[in-house]
Structure formats: structure tokens, C-alpha cells
């Protein structure tokens, strides 16, 4: 689906007041990275739950590309400023799902940044072949 580097993801548009956003990263909002896939994060719950769509700029697949739904949870234990979280996509397109883990930090310009690792897991059709598919 995507480059095996970690992601650098950064924010497009804040939907969080902007003296908020200087000291506290937020997660809801639309967020394009380096590759040019892009994704929206809806609101996050009070149990840290939040859903959302990812449009993937790249695939390995000869599919059409098309926006996926993605779960995910954030972990905000004390109302951390730069929380760590890990969501799931599951692509439309093909019969693939990708994890993703990360933490949300605001860099020294005040600028909301995502840094994340990411592992996906293709479909294969037997246990033999289990190497290839991750």
C-alpha cells in the first residue's frame, strides 16, 4: 500500500482553537503526509474511540484506489498534550488491512505532527505462503 518508512503526517486543517493547537496536538481533523495519501479523523469519544476515511496516493495493487474506513483508538490517560495512538485500515480496494501506530507532537513552530509505524497484512492462500503476506 505504502512506502516502508515511518510516516510523517502534518496537518492541514486544525478543527481545534489555534491557541489550543500551539501546546496540545489533536488528532481530529484532515491530514495529508509526505506520499500524498491523506486521511480524516472524526471526533474522539471520551474513551479515546474515533473513526474515520484514508485515501492511500500508492498500492501495489492494479485495483482502483478507492477511500477506506479506519478505526482507531487514542490513549489519553491524564489528558496527555502529545498522545500516543493505533488505528486500523481496512482497504476497500483490496483484501489487505494495514495497522498503524504513532504519537501526535507539536514541533517547535507549533505545527501538529503525526510520527507513525505502520504493518500490513495481505490476504495469501495458505500458511506457506504466511512469509510474504505481512
Not at 489555534?18 to 491530514?31: D, E, F, Y
Not at 490513549?75 to 494495514?98: A, L, R, Y
Amino acid at each position: 500500500m505504502v512506502q516502508a518508512s515511518s510516516f510523517l503526517l502534518v496537518l492541514i486543517l486544525a478543527l481545534v482553537v489555534p491557541s489550543l493547537s500551539a501546546t496540545k496536538c489533536v488528532l481530529t481533523g484532515h491530514w495529508i503526509n509526505d506520499l500524498g495519501s491523506n486521511m480524516t479523523i472524526g471526533a474522539v469519544n471520551e474513551k479515546g474511540e474515533f473513526g474515520g476515511s484514508y485515501h492511500t496516493a500508492v498500492t501495489a495493487t492494479t485495483n482502483k484506489i478507492r477511500v477506506s474506513p479506519l478505526q482507531g483508538a487514542q490513549h489519553h490517560t491524564n489528558q496527555k498534550s502529545q498522545p500516543t495512538f493505533g488505528f486500523t485500515v481496512n482497504w476497500s480496494f483490496s483484501d489487505s488491512i494495514t495497522v498503524f501506530t504513532g504519537q501526535c507532537f507539536v514541533d517547535k513552530n507549533g505545527n501538529e505532527v503525526l510520527k507513525t509505524m505502520w504493518l500490513l497484512r495481505s490476504h495469501v492462500d495458505n500458511i506457506e505462503h504466511d512469509w510474504k503476506a505481512t
